[in-house]
């Protein structure tokens, strides 16, 4: 299983991201996709989520209103966009993955992406 983010970087504040992860070696189409971001010293904490079939999204406060998680299951590829990027964005972000099965849940987590967010 891999989950391979990219599209990370530095950016002026209010610019815009879009982050992008990659997945592998499960099926995509059945997973719950996520964006997780962690900052030193803290717990990691959801950013956004999406259903597998795409029609389900969920954000955090911090989110709502800037960010837009989608998903291509044709690309295996889940995005975040992010918009109006504020100094407190600054952390690594992950991607995550949930596949849930009759009888086990399998979470799979990307080696994350550093968004900078500084004039």
């Known amino acids: 299983v891999q989950l391979v983010e990219s599209g990370g970087g530095l950016v002026q504040p209010g610019g815009s991201l879009r982050l992008s992860c990659a997945a592998s070696?499960?099926?995509?189409?059945?997973?719950?996709m996520s964006w997780y971001r962690q900052a030193p010293g803290k717990e990691r904490e959801m950013v956004a989520t999406?259903?597998?079939?795409?029609?389900?999204?969920k954000y955090a406060d911090s989110a709502k209103g800037r960010f837009t998680i989608s998903r291509d299951n044709a690309k295996n590829t889940v995005y975040l966009q992010m918009n109006a990027l504020k100094p407190d964005d600054t952390v690594v972000y992950y991607c995550?993955?949930?596949?849930?099965?009759?009888?086990?849940?399998?979470?799979?987590w990307g080696q994350g992406t550093q968004v900078t967010v500084s004039s």
């Open positions: 070696g499960f099926t995509f189409s059945s997973a719950g």
């Open positions: 995550h993955a949930i596949e849930i099965a009759a009888t086990r849940v399998d979470n799979y």
């Open positions: 999406v259903s597998s079939s795409g029609g389900i999204t």
